[in-house]
């Protein structure tokens, strides 16, 4: 970790990070509902070996509830899970859809054309990225988390809506 921001290479907390992720095929990706409602689904993680490890990267259509929800509010988490390791990771975020067709194209595999037709120009991808905020790991063996790192406060600035809606409504 450097200056309390993970390191943008395979180096540090990003190399442990990136071994105890990089093989769990679909993550659980979390998103925060306009009612107030959580809705968890499994995605398809699209970072490579090579991508510097401080967002992640997952193809949706552009017309599904997760874009819908992330207009809502952007705080994320996305869980990894690879019992055969008792490896479990939490990664709580901010996620947007973002649009950048050469990003689409460096990130485009062989699985992705069997949900989207048209390949990375495809008018009905979205492209989703997560910004890693902090990052937690459950210790199987000693039943207990371990955080892996975790942004200085400064450096996100975000408040989602529902917290916001949630302490004025607490004031009254």
């Given at each position: 970790m450097k200056g309390g921001i993970l390191a943008t290479s395979r180096q540090?907390?990003?190399e442990n990070l990136w071994s105890l992720i990089k093989d769990v095929r679909y993550p659980i990706l979390t998103t925060h509902r306009a009612d107030g409602g959580l809705q968890s689904r499994p995605m398809t993680m699209q970072n490579r070996d090579?991508?510097?490890?401080?967002f992640l990267w997952f193809f949706t259509h552009r017309e599904s509830e997760q874009v819908d929800d992330l207009q809502w509010d952007s705080s994320v988490s996305v869980v990894f899970a690879d019992p055969a390791r008792s490896a479990y990771v939490t990664i709580f975020?901010?996620?947007g859809v973002i649009e950048d067709a050469s990003r689409k194209k460096a990130l485009w595999s062989q699985q992705a054309s069997s949900w989207f037709e048209g390949g990375p120009e495809d008018p009905s991808l979205a492209l989703v990225r997560v910004r890693i905020i902090q990052a937690d790991l459950?210790?199987?063996?000693?039943n207990a988390v371990t955080r892996l790192f975790k942004l200085d406060n400064g450096a996100m600035p975000y408040k989602p809506p529902f917290d916001q809606a949630m302490s004025g409504a607490m004031r009254h």
């Amino acid at each position: 970790m450097k200056g309390g921001i993970l390191a943008t290479s395979r180096q540090g907390p990003g190399e442990n990070l990136w071994s105890l992720i990089k093989d769990v095929r679909y993550p659980i990706l979390t998103t925060h509902r306009a009612d107030g409602g959580l809705q968890s689904r499994p995605m398809t993680m699209q970072n490579r070996d090579s991508d510097p490890i401080d967002f992640l990267w997952f193809f949706t259509h552009r017309e599904s509830e997760q874009v819908d929800d992330l207009q809502w509010d952007s705080s994320v988490s996305v869980v990894f899970a690879d019992p055969a390791r008792s490896a479990y990771v939490t990664i709580f975020g901010s996620a947007g859809v973002i649009e950048d067709a050469s990003r689409k194209k460096a990130l485009w595999s062989q699985q992705a054309s069997s949900w989207f037709e048209g390949g990375p120009e495809d008018p009905s991808l979205a492209l989703v990225r997560v910004r890693i905020i902090q990052a937690d790991l459950w210790d199987a063996a000693r039943n207990a988390v371990t955080r892996l790192f975790k942004l200085d406060n400064g450096a996100m600035p975000y408040k989602p809506p529902f917290d916001q809606a949630m302490s004025g409504a607490m004031r009254h």
